[in-house]
């Protein structure tokens, strides 16, 4: 058996570096930008009205002048005449600043009355004026490396004409569950069968995750039929996951299966609670390198090995920040690691008025098998081995 960290730094190690493509920027929402982008042009692009309001020279705009409105400036349509000494021009949000104009006075700043405005408030020079360049100029980095497209970002390569745009791919993704006693969440169990709750799960997980799940399968707790569904899997994905089969039961066939289809084993079993008969494999075919994923079967062992191993390394194949999202919380309650292993504690977060940092909740039931030890569980406390933690103490809740 090897460590936490060891098995974690031996998938890192063989992780392949992400690949970078072409989609349209439709399409490429949700996804991580693979290149730099430089602002096309100015923003804003042309001196412009924050209000829609009139368009004036400050110096005539007293309260209670009266100042005739002698053109329009709309968005979409700029004023055709430069403003007058002693005169207004109407003016829309986004229109272009006349000539001649410093100032805007907002609707609700003034009266209008007969072709003509009378100034209610004084207005501050350069008030509502948007001036060219202001955001940033030609030329500014306004999109980077790294970034993931969220909506925002999208609109900014939108706004400087990027229709296709570089990001990183998205790794496809094989999921395979094995066993008997398996049957779909459709069927109604009999005897010793159980639904296949596994699939669903790690479905929306690695759809979470934005990577492409291409493939889904299911095997008896047969050697050949393993076989030929993970050659499957692995013909069809960058990344297989598979449920079940991964322990050192005599209907376990996921690690032999793997080696007999040219998969190197890097590790099998690992030093933590839950998830010790976790087997992780690589196989390199036609210059292709396929990663294997065998996680164990009980649903929440299952969930947090591929939270801790698998949902990382997807992110890294796409470029994404591997940063665990975590905060600080109080220990509720005393937490000692007696097992001899790693033990990822699921905690609830409570929050009361006027408390700094939240509560860490320990759940009392976390046996592999228990999935409410996740649904009831914002995430967990990493214990290392012989960790005692006592209540009060502040400790590291990583978030699911």
């Avoid at 996804?31 to 209000?51: G, H, I, Q």
């Avoid at 095997?219 to 039929?225: G, K, M, P, R």
Wanted: with cysteine; charged share 20%; proline share 5%.
């Amino acid at each position: 058996m090897i460590s936490v960290l060891e098995a974690t730094q031996i998938i890192e190690q063989h992780t392949p570096k992400p690949q970078s493509t072409i989609k349209s920027l439709s399409e490429a929402a949700g996804l991580v930008l693979a290149r730099d982008y430089a602002a096309s042009e100015d923003s804003p692009r042309f001196t412009n009205s924050a209000m829609d309001g009139f368009a004036v020279r400050c110096e005539d705009s007293l309260s209670g002048a009266r100042l005739p409105i002698m053109d329009e400036s709309s968005a979409g349509r700029e004023a055709q005449s430069t403003l007058a000494p002693r005169t207004a021009i109407r003016i829309s949000t986004g229109a272009l600043l006349p000539l001649g104009a410093d100032t805007i006075v907002p609707v609700e700043d003034c009266t209008v009355e007969n072709g003509a405005i009378t100034i209610q408030k004084t207005p501050v020079q350069g008030q509502f004026v948007r001036r060219q360049a202001s955001e940033y100029a030609c030329g500014a980095l306004i999109l980077r490396t790294g970034q993931e497209l969220t909506p925002a970002r999208v609109a900014l390569a939108a706004q400087h004409g990027v229709a296709a745009i570089e990001v990183f791919t998205q790794p496809t993704v094989a999921l395979l569950s094995t066993g008997n006693e398996l049957v779909d969440v459709s069927e109604t169990p009999a005897g010793t069968q159980i639904r296949n709750a596994n699939v669903p799960m790690l479905t929306a997980a690695i759809r979470q995750t934005s990577a492409c799940l291409v493939f889904t399968a299911h095997a008896e707790d047969d050697f050949e039929q393993v076989c030929a569904a993970l050659d499957k899997a692995a013909s069809a994905a960058d990344v297989v996951v598979t449920t079940g089969g991964a322990s050192v039961g005599e209907h376990d066939f996921i690690k032999q299966a793997a080696q007999t289809l040219g998969f190197e084993t890097m590790f099998w079993r690992v030093r933590q609670k839950p998830g010790k008969p976790m087997f992780f494999a690589t196989r390199i075919l036609e210059g292709r390198t396929t990663l294997l994923f065998g996680l164990p079967g009980n649903p929440v062992s299952t969930l947090m090995t591929f939270l801790y191993y698998v949902r990382p390394t997807l992110a890294r194949m796409m470029g994404k920040s591997t940063m665990e999202r975590s905060v600080q919380a109080v220990l509720s309650a005393d937490l000692a690691n007696m097992h001899g292993r790693a033990e990822f504690a699921r905690v609830r977060l409570k929050y009361e008025a006027g408390s700094e940092i939240p509560e860490a909740v320990p759940l009392p039931k976390q046996d592999s098998n228990m999935l409410t030890s996740m649904t009831e569980a914002d995430g967990f406390v990493f214990l290392d081995i012989d960790a005692a933690v006592q209540s009060g103490s502040r400790v590291r809740v990583v978030l699911f």
